[in-house]
């Protein structure tokens, strides 16, 4: 069962949280991909219940029911989830982002070092003008053109939006069986987002081509990478520098897999996070 509470912020802002609860187990907060409402991985509930681990989740600022955040970064969701973690009594817990969660659960990491014992990516970006990076190789012209529109400024960037363009992802094979099969969890999650307009896809696009506000470099904790080499919307090579770049970082790619067919890796890397000798000491 999934509690859904709104939690009121010190400026004022309100945070849509998502719980499964179970004080006796390891939190792990889920971070969204772009467009997304927070709710945690129902496909993964199995697994975590298995390993004993707990889901905790939030609407991203402009999403769902949290108050949009103006000119939010990467590294400002390290403030929200604190102010969560510290709601429902959490001192320590992971962090797990799919796709443009990636950046956000790296950020925890990095600005959260003495709470977060583990982080796990799945088809996550690098940081925009990443040294020895060419950001944009690989990735599907629409995400392409969604981006650069982005680093463009927020004016060029919802004129793109208004302008009716449709992006196209062009998933793969393995991509579109999982989407008919568990991964159909994602038509309750991108649904409600798109409904609500493109505020929140155009803050977090705007998030990811400015400076995040900090550096994966400053990720002490584990860091697990899970990519599909098939990826177009975030190319494996966005995976392979954020492998060099965190300290305590491993890397899994997979050949056959893209953006979506990845997470049927999840439950492996979910293992992995229960075993990192930090977690198996809590509560």
Not at 252 to 259: I, K, L, M, V
Request: proline residues 8%; negative net charge; contains cysteine.
């Amino acid at each position: 069962m999934v509690t859904e509470t709104d939690l009121r912020l010190a400026d004022g802002r309100t945070v849509h949280v998502y719980d499964t609860g179970g004080a006796d187990r390891l939190p792990v907060f889920w971070h969204h991909g772009t467009p997304n409402v927070g709710a945690p991985p129902a496909p993964l509930f199995a697994a975590a219940d298995r390993l004993g681990l707990r889901w905790v989740s939030h609407d991203r600022p402009g999403y769902g029911g949290s108050t949009p955040l103006p000119d939010r970064d990467v590294a400002s969701v390290a403030g929200d989830v604190a102010a969560v973690a510290d709601a429902l009594g959490l001192d320590r817990f992971a962090t797990m982002g799919h796709s443009g969660g990636g950046p956000h659960a790296l950020a925890c990491g990095a600005l959260l070092a003495d709470r977060v014992v583990a982080v796990v990516v799945g088809a996550g970006l690098a940081p925009y003008g990443a040294t020895g990076l060419d950001w944009f190789a690989g990735m599907v012209p629409s995400g392409v053109a969604a981006l650069r529109a982005a680093a463009a400024g927020r004016a060029v960037k919802e004129a793109h939006e208004a302008s009716g363009v449709e992006y196209d992802p062009q998933f793969t094979e393995a991509d579109l069986a999982a989407l008919h099969a568990e991964w159909s969890w994602f038509d309750g999650v991108v649904g409600p987002a798109v409904a609500a307009g493109p505020d929140g896809s155009i803050a977090d696009d705007l998030a990811y081509v400015r400076p995040w506000g900090f550096d994966p470099a400053d990720v002490a904790a584990p860091v697990l990478l899970v990519h599909g080499e098939r990826d177009g919307i975030a190319p494996v090579a966005h995976a392979r520098w954020l492998a060099d770049r965190c300290p305590a970082a491993e890397l899994r790619t997979f050949p056959d897999d893209g953006h979506i067919s990845v997470l049927r890796h999840a439950e492996p890397a979910l293992e992995w996070l229960s075993r990192r000798p930090a977690s198996r000491r809590l509560p």
